[in-house]
C-alpha cells in the first residue's frame, strides 16, 4: 500500500472517531441540562456526572482535531535502508519471529489499517514500540518491553 492511500485511511478513521465524538459530547451536555437531569435530593448527581461526560467527550473530540492536524502536516516522503526511522516510515519488522508491518505516525496509535491479506499497525512515538524505533535503520535488532513481555525486534525493511 502507498503511504498516501495509508495517510488518507488513518484521517478517515480519525475523522469517523471525532464526528462520533462530537456527536457524544453534544448529546451528553444537553442530557445534562435536561429538566430532567436535576437533582431529586443532594445525593442525586446525575447532572453533575453528565457534566463531566460531556467535558470527557468533547476533551477527546479536541485531541481528534489535534491528531488530523498533525497528520495534515506529515510529509511520508521515502525511505531507504540507512535513514534513521522517524515518522512517516512504514516499516517491516520481524517481531519474536513474526512478520508485522507498522507505520510511525505523530497521531492515530493503535489503528490498525487493512493492506490485503495483512495489516499494518499504526505506532506513535509515544507507545513502546514507537520511541524504540525512532532513530534505528535496516538491521537494527533490538528488544522493548510491551504488556511485560521481553520482546526482540529486528528491522527488515523501510518504505
Not at 478513521?13 to 443532594?42: F, I, M, S, V, W
Not at 520481524?94 to 510511525?104: A, M, Q, S, T
Not at 493492506?115 to 512515538?125: A, E, N, W, Y
Amino acid at each position: 500500500m502507498n503511504k498516501a492511500l495509508l495517510l488518507e485511511r488513518i484521517r478517515d478513521a480519525l475523522r469517523g472517531d471525532l464526528a462520533e465524538a462530537r456527536r457524544l459530547a453534544k448529546e451528553t451536555a444537553q442530557a445534562a441540562n435536561h429538566p430532567e437531569a436535576r437533582p431529586e435530593n443532594d445525593k442525586d448527581t446525575r447532572k453533575i456526572e453528565l457534566s463531566y461526560l460531556a467535558a470527557g467527550q468533547a476533551s477527546r473530540a479536541h485531541e481528534l482535531d489535534a491528531s488530523l492536524s498533525l497528520l495534515g502536516a506529515l510529509e511520508p516522503g521515502p525511505f531507504d535502508r540507512d535513514m534513521p526511522l522517524r515518522a512517516g516510515a512504514l516499516v517491516a519488522l520481524d517481531i519474536d519471529g513474526k512478520p508485522e508491518r507498522v507505520f510511525l505516525s505523530p497521531a492515530g496509535g493503535g489503528l490498525t489499517i487493512a493492506d490485503g491479506d495483512s495489516t499494518i499497525r499504526v505506532v506513535t512515538p509515544s507507545s513502546p514500540l514507537g520511541r524504540a524505533l525512532l532513530g534505528k535503520t535496516v538491521g537494527d535488532a533490538f528488544e522493548f518491553d510491551a504488556g511485560g513481555r521481553r520482546r526482540d525486534v529486528e528491522i527488515v525493511g523501510v518504505e
